[in-house]
């Protein structure tokens, strides 16, 4: 596994920021989830069963944000869903962690 830094330019979610129905103050929660597996990897675990545990604390923590997103009119959505696996799906590619994006965020409920 490469145990280098992701780019500093490297766009979290960037259809979640975009959109208007995502308010940002959410999507940065989500973010900041999904940034304590980058900093995981980085440090350069190559351990897939333990990567795979860091990716189901993450996912119960988005999963955790859904009435805070239901506070806002908003909800992990088709897009979200979508923004969430793209970003997870780039992020395992750039760290070559062989955990397909879905098993990756096997224990969402969005």
Do not use: C
């Not at 975009?18 to 103050?25: I, K, T, V």
């Not at 990897?41 to 923590?61: R, S, V």
């Amino acid at each position: 596994m490469d145990t280098s830094k992701l780019p500093t330019d490297f766009e979290f979610l960037p259809d979640m920021y975009e959109a208007d129905y995502f308010p940002n103050s959410e999507v940065d929660k989500v973010k900041a989830a999904i940034q304590k597996v980058v900093t995981y990897l980085e440090k350069g675990e190559t351990n897939t069963k333990k990567i795979q545990k860091k990716l189901d604390d993450m996912t119960w923590t988005i999963n955790e944000l859904q009435d805070d997103f239901a506070d806002h009119d908003s909800e992990i959505e088709t897009g979200g869903r979508e923004s969430i696996f793209e970003t997870i799906d780039r992020i395992l590619i750039h760290f070559k962690v062989p955990i397909d994006s879905t098993e990756a965020l096997r224990n969402r409920d969005w």
